[in-house]
């Protein structure tokens, strides 16, 4: 419940950096493509291709990771796995999305966008829809998102696609599912506390960093 509170919060401050940003830039009648169904179509295939970046660095860099690292914390692969939404994640990512509203693409807009990706991303959390075929090879789908929830070593850091997983085809962070796939992350949670859910990873930076420096 508290990660689902935050994750009702969180995207305000995302929407409102772009408000700010379309602010700057003014009057943005002229960029009247965006209100076209070309417009919309080209705003959300650049919102997945940022998300992908987001989400890939946010398994890459430790700052990032905590933010993320509660929606990948459960040892099951259900629709509940999508309703563990991450903490800060719409903050510290904020900035990702800021070539978006300086191509004067309407806040309004922005945030349409980003609840399409969002529910689109639910009916992926789950292990009852086997492989699709050649959908697989084009859109994130159960399969590909099972290899991304995985901790097997030959499916770490792969699938990060949104949307499209082609992406990931193209960076070179596609995997297919192959091996039975086992959840969680290396170093297991083993804990009820949501608070040290949502906290663990920036605890463990920390001590890392601290014995560093002590060393």
Known sequence: MISLAVAICTPFFQIGACEIISGWIGDTSTFS??????????????????????????????????????????????????????????????????????????????????????????????????KLGWFDSIFSSPSNYRVHHAIN???????????????????????REEARCIYGTKTPLNSWNPLKALCVAYYDTFRKAVRLKAL
């Not at 459960?74 to 999305?97: D, H, K, M, P």
């Not at 699938?159 to 193209?170: H, Q, S």
Request: net charge negative; hydrophobic share 50%.
């Open 33 to 130: 493509i965006w209100h076209h169904w070309y417009g919309w179509l080209i705003a959300l295939l650049m919102y997945d291709f940022l998300d992908y970046w987001l989400h890939r660095v946010s398994h890459q860099r430790a700052f990032f990771w905590g933010s993320h690292v509660v929606h990948q914390q459960s040892q099951f692969f259900n629709f509940s796995t999508a309703l563990r939404q991450e903490s800060l994640f719409s903050i510290v990512g904020c900035f990702f999305f800021f070539p978006m509203a300086l191509l004067g693409i309407p806040p309004y807009q922005f945030a349409v966008i980003s609840v399409i990706a969002l529910l689109y991303q639910f009916w992926l959390h789950t292990e009852h829809i086997g």
């Open 153 to 175: 070593d030959e499916y770490i850091d792969k699938n990060f696609g949104a949307i499209l997983i082609v992406w990931d085809r193209i960076f070179g962070t596609y995997q």
